[in-house]
């Protein structure tokens, strides 16, 4: 009984280690002090800017999207009450 025990035991050891090394790799690479991006974009802004170019922001989008061009589709009929 004692053997069976060890058997189980240890892949289950393994996984778990192979689990948090995973997890904790993934969350230094995602979330890393380098993987900022804020700085980047003043730099870019910075640069374009010593070279004279005008900086502007982007035109918002409409709040409301105009209607397409066309016929309106059709609601379809109710199905009959007393079928």
Known sequence: MKMRDKEIG???IISAAVAVISTLAFLIVEFGPW???APAME?????AQAVGA???PTQP???VEPTPP?????QPLA???GN
Not at 43 to 47: F, V
Not at 70 to 74: A, D, F, S
């Open 70 to 74: 066309g016929p309106k589709p059709v």
């Open 61 to 63: 989008k409409l709040a």
């Open 10 to 12: 240890r892949p289950l």
């Open 43 to 47: 730099a870019t802004k910075a640069a």
């Open 79 to 81: 199905p009959a009450a």
């Open 35 to 37: 993987n900022r991006q």
């Open 54 to 56: 005008k900086v502007t």
